[in-house]
Every structure is written in C-alpha cells, then in structure tokens.
C-alpha cells in the first residue's frame, strides 16, 4: 500500500516532509514476497521518482546556519535525537566513528547489495541492516545499486540509503560536529579527523574543520595529531589540520602551516591560503592569484572572493574564462596587481570593509500609481538597523532592481526606462546603459562589467558601454536571470522552469521551480547548486538542490525577491504586506520593517 508513505501534497510531488520523523518501514506485503515481472517494472518507476524525494528530504533545511548559542543547541540536540542519537560525548564519538570510511571493505558491501535481491526475505532484510550499520561507508555502493536492474535490489538500495541519509545525512553530521565541540570529550579531535574524508558535502567538511579548532586545543595548546596531520597521505586531513592550527592556535604554527601552501593538491593550497587570508596573512594572496588558472571553474570563486575583497577598486577588469589561455591570461592580470599593490597592502584593514553594517536596500513602487504601482514611478531606499530612511532617490521609471556598488553609488534598473544607471546619492545619472528590451535586472561585477537581465536574454557590458558576452533567448521567455560566480548564468522562465547556461549560453540542465512575479522576481543561486527562488502566486519561498529536489520552504504572503544573508537566514521582499522580513532556517519571522510602497527587491549590507 504506497499510501504509507507520507508525500507532501503541497506541489508536484515535493518529498517527505522533514517534519516526518521517519517513513513508514512496513515493507513486508510489498517486498516481502518476489513481484511479478508486471509488478516490478511499475515499481522500478515509481521507485526512481520515490529515490529521489526521499534522499532529498533528508537534506531539507541542512543548508541553513542558524545562529549559535541555546536555541542553536536546542535545535542540533533534536536534530540528532531525529536521528536515533545521544547527544551525549561518548555516542557522538562513537557515530564518527563508525561513520569514518577507512578502510573499507567494498568487496563486503557489495556483497551486501546482491543480498538485497536474494529469494530469501530474511537474507534482505538482514542485508538492508548491516548496510544501515555501515553508515556512510556503504553510501556510494548503494547510490550505483538505485539503478539496477533488478527492481528489488534498486528498491531496497533506495530504501537503505535514505535510512542512512536519515541517521547521518549533511544536517545530522553538522549538528553532531557542533555538539561534539560544545561537549568536548577526549578523543574528539581523532574521531573527527578519523571522518574527514567521508565528508562528501563541503558545508559538513566546513562544520567539521570549526569543531576541529575547538577541540583539537587542550589549555590553549594544540593537540599533537593536528601537527601529524599536516603530513596525512589524505589530503583533506591535511586542508582542516592546516585550517584548524591556523584559526585555534597562535604565530607559533604558522611556519608548519604555510608549508602548505606549496602543497601538491590545489584543495589543500586553496584551503590553507583563506585560513591565512583571515589571520591577515599576505602570503596567501599569491597562492590565491596562481589558483585562479587551476582550479575548477566551481572552486575559484572562493579565491576570487578573497583577491576582490583585498584589491578593492584596484581588481582587474577580467574574469576567468572557459579555455586555459583565458584563465592564464586572466591570472595574469593579478599578478599585475599583486605586483604593483601587494607591498602596502594592509589585510587588517579588510575586516572594517566586510563586516556587515545592518543597511537593508529597498526597491519599491509608490503605491499612488495604481495597483500594485503600476503607473509606473518608484524609489531606492536604504533603511538603517531601527527602519528609518538613510538616504532615498525618487522619481525613478518603474525600478525593480538597485545594488549599492560603492558608498555613494547605487546602480538602478528601470523597467519601463530600458535602463540602467549608476547613480551618487544625489540622484545624479553618472553611468547609463540603454537597451532595446523591458529590463528585470542589473549587477556591477567584479571585474567592473555591468550584467543586464531583459525579457529576451543576458547582457554583459564594460564600463564604456559596450557589449561583451550577449546570451539571447527564444521568445522573450525570461523573468529572472543571474550570472553565477564560475560564470554559467542561470534563468527562470516565464512558465517557472529553472535554466543553468554555460558561459557560451549552451543549456546545461533545467527543472521546474514555479512561477515568479513576471516583473521584479529574481532568482538566488549559492554557490553549491542549490536555488532559491520566491514563488509570488503560491505566497511562499522554496529552496531546490542543483537536481531540482525541493529542500525546504516557507510561507510568505507574495514574495518578489529573495537574498540569502550571511548568517543564513533568507530576506524577503514581502510585496503582498508592503514590508521587508528576514527569516530563520524554520519560516520563522525574526525581523521586519514595513515600507512606504509596494516593494520588488531587497538586499542588506
């Protein structure tokens, strides 16, 4: 009886909801005794769908950061007891523990598999429990058996894995790092580099590296295994050893961590080079600009954002392209700057530049325009901390977008003005860009090119003006668009399905997300795949995987735009009540202003 399973209804077909502690195990009349070949085939399919939701809502909500103290603690001590574990030290040790890949036997676990598929009901089930029991280390054999071809072997592989993903997906393992930092037993700092190399997912290893500051320190003194581990065959042992010594310790071990920075494996350089970046340490940034021409074009950005936040208004007017020559042509541009700049650079100066100053920008229509605004004249607000108007530009053509590029200078998007300006708080136009499209969307990049959304493509110009990357569309089909930090693009079409275009334009994958507001919607993509977008008619925010599962949601009365914060909460122009929230990895409101129009965009820095 499939009905056992509870499916949310809420969309087509989201997935178990998280709040489900666990989907219901009664497999016996469906499993118990082997299908029919007609049974098995409508059961392969229907399985492929089910595999899918069921992994994905073990990692519904795992992306966000709530904030630390008791409630965080409240919160990852149910996350875990969702889980089948003791908050206590000693069942924290013992799940990394048996959590830790090691060395594995694979010959075993796949052995195990092919039991998932024997005649024998209780063969199955005793396979489906050892495999459980392995934990992370049978995820991979288990993730290639989701499509054999024999349905019962694939049905149960699905139904093992997302036991797995239950009890020590990326949510769990977070707060089961955090827990085990905050109780700090001994052996913590051995079992945590013990599980390093299972941490497939990069925000787990990060989690992972921060309890390691913690708890690989006794009396201020760090253990002697985070210095072994800077010589460890596996290379991400070495990356958080480093990161780990350089956040938690004093100058004293720098010089073994710096040693790293010459180390063979890119991953490792890239991590070393931003734990020294923070210390305020120069002899990162070189490291940084020579990665620019290596790594892969979805880890550079980490290196970009370090080099633009250290060169300021001093960046190279450059990115890094598709093709090797691009991107050594483009590391050399830094170097340039690095050479001319890198002797009076102060790092201690950045913290001031980057710490973030509680401003929230506001792009709204007035409300004396029609419904909704329409007649067509808005405004750019920047509100303080307490809601009150620091500086405003009125007068504008139907904005629905602003992105501050500087202290007195705001680039604004006009719809109805096929336009976009920079502007100093004067309201003086100092920069225009025409187009011959309705335009969505406008952001200053790095590298000091203008990106333009309009309803039939993607525009990216110089500061002259000039056009430089074009990505047309069929049919004026966009209604969001943005380009991502490895520079593909992506955009949401009118009829809400989510595109991911390479740098040439070339599709790379879609899926459906839902229908945006036509004019002022946008999209939001992290830098791990997932998107986030505001689905204006269905009054709620949904946060999909890079596959297109969705992860999570909440309600919010006709949302136009969303911006994830730093403290991984999610702003939210509310334009059905007239406000700006800010809201918590559970749909909790913890901060709203109300505004004095009819709000499209809203961002905070």
């Given at each position: ?55 994905s809502a073990c990692l519904a909500g795992a992306s966000f950061a709530a904030p630390p103290g008791s409630e965080q603690k409240a919160r990852d001590e149910e996350t875990v ?96 790092a955090r827990l085990l930092a905050e109780r700090n037993p001994d052996g913590a700092a051995e079992a945590l580099l013990a599980f390093v190399p299972a941490a497939e997912d ?77 210390a305020h340490e120069k002899v990162a940034l070189p490291v940084l600009v020579a990665l620019v021409a290596e790594l892969h074009r979805d880890q550079v950005w980490r290196a ?302």
């Open positions: 009886d499939l009905t056992q399973y509870p499916v949310a209804t809420s969309g087509p077909l989201v997935g178990f909801r998280p709040a489900y502690k666990r989907a219901a195990c009664g497999y016996g009349p469906l499993v118990g005794d082997r299908l029919p070949q007609a049974g098995r085939l409508w059961l392969r399919a229907f399985m492929s769908h089910w595999t899918a939701l069921s992994i007891k969702t889980a089948e574990l003791a908050a206590d030290g000693p069942a924290l040790l013992a799940f990394f523990k048996k959590n830790a890949v090691g060395d594995v036997d694979l010959s075993r676990i796949k052995k195990l598999v092919e039991d998932l598929g024997d005649d024998s009901f209780a063969v199955r089930e005793k396979a489906n429990h050892q495999l459980v029991n392995l934990g992370v280390a049978a995820r991979g054999p288990l993730r290639e058996a989701v499509t054999n071809p024999d349905v019962e072997i694939a049905f149960r592989a699905a139904r093992t894995l997302e036991q797995i993903e239950r009890q020590s997906g990326p949510q769990v393992v977070c707060a089961a990069q925000g787990v290893l990060d989690e992972v590296s921060r309890a390691l500051t913690v708890v690989g320190f006794r009396a201020g003194k760090p253990q002697p295994l985070l210095a072994d581990a800077l010589a460890d065959k596996v290379a991400l042992r070495r990356a958080v050893a480093a990161e780990a010594l350089c956040r938690g310790g004093g100058v004293e071990q720098r010089p073994a961590v710096r040693k790293l920075l010459q180390d063979p494996d890119a991953v490792v350089r890239l991590r070393t080079a931003l734990a020294l970046f923070d970009e954002d370090a080099l633009y936040l250290a060169a300021g208004d001093k960046a190279p007017i450059g990115s890094a392209g598709p093709d090797e020559a691009a991107r050594r042509d483009y590391r050399r541009q830094w170097e340039h700057w690095w050479k001319e700049n890198g002797k009076d650079l102060d790092l201690a100066k950045l913290e001031q530049r980057q710490r973030p100053q509680g401003f929230t920008l506001v792009t709204m229509l007035d409300v004396n325009n029609g419904v909704g605004g329409r007649g067509g004249t808005g405004r750019v607000q920047e509100l303080d901390a307490e809601g009150k108007v620091r500086w405003q530009l009125e007068g504008l053509r139907y904005p629905v977008d602003a992105q501050m590029i500087g202290e007195d200078r705001v680039l604004v998007t006009e719809y109805n003005g096929r336009q976009v300006t920079e502007r100093n708080l004067k309201n003086e136009v100092l920069w225009t860009k025409t187009v011959n499209n309705l335009v969505l969307g406008g952001r200053r990049l790095p590298n000091g090119n203008t990106f333009i959304v309009s309803r039939n493509g993607l525009l990216e110009v110089d500061k002259d003006g000039k056009d430089v990357v074009t990505v047309p569309r069929p049919g004026n089909d966009v209604a969001a668009g943005v380009r991502l930090r490895n520079g593909d693009y992506a955009v949401v079409t009118n009829l809400g399905q989510f595109v991911r275009l390479n740098a040439e334009g070339k599709e790379l994958k879609s899926f459906p997300v839902g229908q945006i507001l036509a004019i002022g919607g946008n999209v939001e993509v992290l830098p791990n795949g997932r998107v986030i977008v505001p689905l204006y008619s269905q009054n709620k925010v949904v946060e999909f995987d890079s596959d297109g599962k969705q992860l999570w949601e909440a309600a919010v009365t006709q949302p136009s735009s969303v911006v994830r914060l730093l403290n991984g909460n999610v702003l939210v122009a509310n334009r059905g009540a007239r406000s700006v929230v800010e809201i918590d990895r559970h749909g909790k409101e913890v901060w709203k202003q109300t505004v004095e129009g009819t709000p499209m965009k809203a961002s905070r820095r």
